[in-house]
């Protein structure tokens, strides 16, 4: 059945609006007669007239013909509704945190040799006797005791070398070459051996000496995880190759002016010569060295009173020049840096400690172990520094 909706809208609004009683508007205190009003059926006729189009607005004929429904009424909040409230974390309520979990640094014993109160420690046991010092690797170690004798071993195993030694041997980062200057027949020889099982000589190979009174003396500098070992002194620079055909070749013509101040595990470390067998300026570097003598530098270092470099040539640490000259016996931190520069770091002694000089030692790529002496009473113990955490802990010891 058809429906005239507007007839029917406007018949009862029409009743609605005749059953609507407005009273007067009250007069007011000494207001001043004034014309009639008429405003309050001009309300009422505007909201009649809002009430018809919104009626006929819910309504719409779509154009395939068929009715729709009335719209569903959009959502409102009365005042009295409160606001559902927003995402919030209570003052009692934690915010997550982003912090990494700090690094426990082990406080075991060493797992490299160690000095310690000139106690010698190798893989967790007191080696006899007393000792200054020890250097070396995995495939072995060399140590001075007090009485100023060298000793070479493997694990626990100790050897003594024979003979005086008016200039130390040097043995190579991974432990497993050691090469001296001595008189031999009466004649001053570059010679070593291998520290495998039997301590298979190198070989060796003439070499005039020098002389410690006027500072001419040859030095072993350095000697090679694969066996090259560098002799110098004011007037002698030589390459040994024993095990390239017990070769040598001059260094003052194929590196003239560089000194070779020692082999690490990212190669030899050179200075450009400035006065003397010691460096007093220049600029340090990483270089390796080939079988003809020719350096290739392969990087930079800190200018240094001692540097070490971690096995697998990922970090060095060093001391800056000048700091561990006359009587210094213990210094409060060590400065490290990756190899390759990227990272640095400070690694500062436990409280009321200081590093023993020129002791520290990589355990691996990450972890340097050092004695450090005590501020108070001078006494010793063992301290482990994490390059990557740039922190110090003490260390439980035998």
């Known amino acids: 059945m058809s429906v005239d909706i507007e007839e029917a809208l406007g018949r009862e609004l029409r009743e609605v609006a005749d059953g609507l009683h407005i009273p007067a508007m009250p007069p007011l205190e000494q207001e001043t007669p004034r014309a009639q009003r008429h405003w309050q059926p001009l309300l009422v006729a505007a909201a009649v007239v ?116 008016d200039v130390p041997p040097v043995i190579s980062p991974n432990g497993r070459y050691v090469a001296e200057v001595r008189i031999d027949n009466g004649e001053g020889v570059v010679t070593g051996f291998d520290t495998g099982p039997g301590g298979e000589g190198l070989g060796s190979v003439p070499v005039d000496l020098g002389d410690p009174q006027d500072g001419s003396a040859v030095f072993i500098r350095a000697v090679t995880n694969d066996g090259k070992v560098i002799a110098q002194g004011t007037n002698t620079r030589l390459l040994w190759l024993p095990l390239a055909g017990n070769g040598t070749v001059d260094l003052t013509v194929t590196a003239p002016g560089q000194l070779i101040l020692g082999s690490t595990a990212a190669g030899l470390v050179v200075n450009d010569e400035a006065g003397g067998i010691e460096p007093a300026e220049g600029e340090p570097y990483l270089a390796k060295i080939s079988d003809d003598g020719e350096l290739t530098r392969i990087g930079a270092v800190p200018p240094h009173d001692f540097v070490v470099v971690s096995p697998g040539a990922v970090w060095l640490a060093w001391t800056p020049a000048g700091s561990t000259g006359g009587e210094v016996t213990s210094i409060p931190k060590l400065e490290a840096q990756t190899v390759d520069r990227t990272q640095q770091a400070t690694l500062t002694a436990p409280d009321g400690w200081g590093f023993r000089v020129r002791a520290w030692v990589w355990e691996d790529d990450d972890y340097v172990v050092s004695p450090v002496v005590s501020d108070r009473d001078g006494g010793e113990r063992m301290a482990r520094c994490s390059a990557q955490t740039a922190r110090c802990v003490l260390i439980n010891t035998p």
């Open 50 to 165: 809002l009430i018809v189009a919104g009626a006929v607005a819910v309504v719409a004929i779509p154009r395939d013909g068929q009715e729709l429904g009335p719209a569903p009424p959009s959502p409102s909040r009365t005042e009295s509704e409160p606001s559902p409230p927003s995402p919030s974390r209570t003052e009692s309520e934690p915010s997550p945190s982003r912090t990494e979990p700090v690094v426990t640094i082990p406080t075991t014993a060493p797992t490299v040799p160690y000095v310690l109160e000139q106690r010698l420690y190798v893989d967790g046991e007191q080696v006899p006797g007393t000792w200054w010092s020890v250097d070396g690797g995995d495939a072995g170690w060399l140590a001075q005791r007090t009485d100023y004798t060298w000793w070479w071993g493997r694990g626990t195993e100790t050897n003594e070398m024979t003979g005086s030694y």
